[in-house]
C-alpha cells in the first residue's frame, strides 16, 4: 500500500512526539521505573500508526464509492478505530507490566501529530 506524503508526516509525528513523551518518562523516573510507561507509549503510538494507515485506506476506498455508502463506510470505520483503542486501552489497564497512563499517551499522539500537521503544512 502506497502511503500519501499527508499520512507519512503523520507517522514521523507521532513517532517524534512518543520518543518526546518517552524522553520525558527517563527524566521524571531516573530509574527502569520508566519501563512500562515506555511500554504503553509504545503500544500506544503503535496503535497510532495502524490508525493513520486504517484512516489511508478509509478514504482511499470511500472517494471511489457512491455518497451515501461512503458515508456509512467512513462512519463503521471510525467507530472501528475507536472500538481498537479501546481494545489497548482495556489491555492497558489489566496488564500491570504496560502503563495505561502511556498507552493513553500513546494513544493521544494521533490527535497531537494531526494537529501539528496544521502548523507545518503550507497554505
Known amino acids: 500500500m502506497k502511503l500519501s506524503d499527508l499520512a507519512k508526516k503523520m507517522i514521523i509525528s507521532i513517532s517524534i512526539i512518543a520518543l518526546i513523551c518517552i524522553l ?3 527524566i521524571y523516573y531516573h530509574s527502569l521505573d520508566f519501563l512500562p510507561f515506555m511500554y504503553g507509549v509504545f503500544l500506544g503510538s503503535f496503535v497510532s500508526i495502524i ?3 486504517l484512516l489511508e485506506h478509509a478514504v482511499d476506498k ?3 464509492m457512491e455518497q451515501k ?3 456509512n463506510y467512513v462512519g463503521i470505520q471510525h467507530m472501528l478505530r475507536l472500538l481498537l483503542s479501546g481494545i ?3 489491555l492497558g489497564a489489566l496488564v500491570p ?3 495505561l497512563w502511556g498507552v493513553a499517551a500513546g494513544i493521544l499522539t494521533f490527535q497531537l501529530a494531526t494537529y501539528s500537521l496544521k502548523f ?3 497554505g
Open 69 to 71: 455508502r461512503a458515508g
Open 88 to 90: 489497548v486501552l482495556v
Open 62 to 64: 470511500a472517494v471511489t
Open 51 to 53: 490508525k493513520v494507515f
Open 120 to 122: 507545518t503544512l503550507k
Open 97 to 99: 507490566q504496560i502503563s
Open 24 to 26: 520525558g518518562s527517563v
